[in-house]
C-alpha cells in the first residue's frame, strides 16, 4: 500500500492506464485476427476493409506508445504483403 498522498495517486493513474492499454491491445490483436482470417479464407474484400482498421489502430498504438512505433510498421508491412500474395495466388 502507498504511504503518501501523492504515492496513493500514482497508484491509481497507474491502474487506470493499465487497464486502458490492456483493452486496447487486446483490441488491436483481435483487430489483426481478423484480417489473418480473412486473408487466410482468400477474401480479397474483407480482407481490406479490416486491413485498413487494422493499420488504424496500429497506428493509434504506436502513437500512444502501447507498442513501438517499428513493430506497428512491421505488423502492417506483413499484413499487405500477406495480402498481395494472397491476391497473386487467386489469379
Known sequence: MPNSASANKRLRQNQVRRARNKAISSNLRT??????????????ETSATEFRLAAKKLDRAATRNIIHANKAARTKSRLSKAMKAMKQGAH
Do not use: F
Open 31 to 44: 483487430q489483426l485476427r481478423k484480417v489473418r482470417e480473412a486473408i487466410g479464407a482468400g477474401d480479397a
